[in-house]
């Protein structure tokens, strides 16, 4: 028997890995522009309440999560990833103007939806498409490498947010028309970098609804992923919070957008390096670490006027994402049969946006009904309530 390299995550990763990456980069940093501002942009500028905001919110990652089990089901049938990951980046970028020319929360969630309709669309393609192109024993690697650029963009956007803010005098509309640049230069990237995969082949047998011996095929191990995933992720409500949690403990809007850079410089920091340490003592401990955590993250949020505690809990938040938004990807590449590749990536996303959706919802009617120290504590007793249901369940090595 071949023996498995000891440092896999030292070789070459594939050039249209790095470029996906890159596009990754760009887009968010683009996206993190405008998501750094739009909470403050929406309760203090649009007069919307977190009830609002925790809907828009949960409406755009609901959104996402549909739209990635059809463009993942969609790229298994035609045997291509590539056009339709670039089709979501598109919409992405169409949906930065309308940000700058919102006039209430109506044009907000409108133009939310369209940029989540894009992510939804190029997220499980793209993801299936670096599973395609990266060997097994590279997968958490691969993930990590992607994870870690798409964070830089998010530190990259958030510190373009406040030097504008200082420079333009807190002209927000001024910022997001500023954001539409490195959204266009994405959508260039994946057009011009990226390649689909020799072999990848068209299966006129993938079908939705999933037909029972479908399910069959992707395999017990899969399902234990996504059953994971749905239950671990009811206790992550929207990074939007944060924020708003930042604007009631006193923080200037100017500077609201660093705990972003603080949050997602972790996240670039640590995704890459936990990727490539699962895949050599597996991914399970990790994971459930990782929302560990996030239940210690939520907890600190509920310190009342102590911003000691709102930056170790944006750290915390941060570590957290870097244990687990790769890990769960990778865990797909893993388990799910290739063929079936796009629509298992679709699944996983479905299951997580409808558990995040849950999640914000639930977040935003708790903090306004009864505030915050309820919200981010009930938040933090159902994270830690998955992970000693998730240890229970899951068996000890795979």
Known sequence: MTEKPRNPSFRRLPGAVWALGFVSLFMD?????????LPTFLVVGLGASPVILGVIEGVADGTASFAKLLSGWLSDR???????????YALAAVSKPFFALAT?????????????L???????????????????????????LRQALDSAGAVIGPLAASALMLLLDENMRAIFWIAVIPAAISVSLIVVKVSEPRGLRANPQARIPLRRK????????????????????????????????????GVPAAYLPLLFVLMNSVFALAAFPAGALSDRI????????????????????????????LVAATLLWGLHLALTQGLLVALVADTAAPEL?????????????????????????????????????????LALAGVAAASLWLPARG
Request: proline fraction near 2%; avoid cysteine; hydrophobic fraction near 55%.
């Open 29 to 37: 940093m683009s996206s993190e522009m405008i998501h750094a501002l």
């Open 214 to 249: 479908d399910i069959a095929r992707l395999g017990t191990a899969f399902w234990r992923v996504v059953a994971l995933a749905g239950l671990l992720l009811l206790a992550r409500f929207s990074e939007a919070f944060l924020l708003l949690r930042g604007q009631e403990t």
């Open 341 to 381: 590749r796009g629509t298992a990536f679709g699944i996983l996303h479905l299951v997580a946006g409808v558990s995040l959706l849950l999640a914000s919802t639930l977040a935003g009617a708790l903090w306004s009904l009864f505030g915050a120290a309820i919200a981010v504590t009930a938040a933090a007793s």
């Open 282 to 309: 597996g991914r399970r401990r990790l994971l459930l670490a990782g929302f560990v955590l996030l239940a210690a993250a939520e907890l600190l949020l509920a310190v009342p006027g102590s911003a000691v505690a």
């Open 118 to 144: 894009g992510k939804g669309i190029r997220g499980a393609p793209r993801d299936a498409l670096i599973a395609d192109l990266t060997p097994p024993e590279q997968h958490g690697a691969a993930y990590g």
């Open 78 to 88: 035609l045997g291509t990833r590539k056009w339709l990951a670039g089709l979501g």
């Open 104 to 116: 209430s929360a109506g044009w907000v969630l409108g133009a939310r939806f369209v940029d989540r």
